[in-house]
């Protein structure tokens, strides 16, 4: 399998190094085009019809979301290059998305191109890019996005159906509105991070739960909420006062 390749990096030696990186370590992949800019990197995509691109998060004239906002029906996937930003790497963890920190690493370059190569033997390639673009365009919270990694591939749920997630050791437990449960290889505290701007909330060491399917809250040292689903879910007595501040 060949996969074509587009660089975007604003970083003239930066752009070489990972250029360089690809073409030595990443077996099967051909960087057909590069740019240095928004610009530029729009008009690679359009011409080159790529499978997959290099992204940096920050360039001149507008940074790499606003980039994808320009391309109509993506059929590639991206891997995002980004110093350290906290907000793109909750944008990017949201939809599953590839992404290296800066400077690049080559056994995670490496790992990213085989995850991308993985994904394009599979039923739904590019999924990560459109999900991260329809949550782009998307004002609602509730109507955003989230990629959850399952055994036998990912699904795509709107933040509006999960009801609750639970955690159970490195896993979490997803409850959704249509009865159904899902068991993902991340941890609460990852989602915690994703989903608490969100409208959702910690209450419990084990329980992080969308506070717009929370039913009622039964007084006690720490309480107990009654979700929507009839479910019930102990409140940590240290999150009491904020629990009811939030209502």
Known sequence: ????????????????????????????????????????????????????????????????????????????????????????????????????????????????????????????FAVHTRVLIDNIKTVSDQHKKVVLPVMDGFEVVQVKDIIRCQGNDNFTDFYLSDGSKKMICRTLKFYEDILSEFGFMRVHRSHLVNLEYVSAYKKGKGGTLTMSDGSSVDVSPSKKQDLIARF
């Open 1 to 124: 399998m060949t996969l074509r390749a587009i660089v975007v990096e604003d970083e003239e030696i930066s752009r070489e190094t990972l250029i360089n990186y690809i073409h030595k370590y990443c077996e099967g992949v051909e960087v057909v085009a590069q740019g240095a800019d928004m610009k530029q990197g729009v008009e690679a995509i359009k011409n080159n019809d790529p499978d997959l691109v290099f992204l940096d998060v920050e360039m001149p004239y507008g940074n790499a979301f606003d980039l994808l906002e320009q391309i109509e029906n993506p059929k590639f996937e991206t891997i995002f290059v980004t110093a350290y930003s906290h907000y793109a790497i909750k944008a990017l963890n949201y939809s599953a998305s590839y992404y290296l920190l800066k400077p690049v690493d080559i056994d995670e370059l490496v790992a990213a191109v085989e995850k991308v190569k993985e994904s394009k033997a599979g039923d739904d």
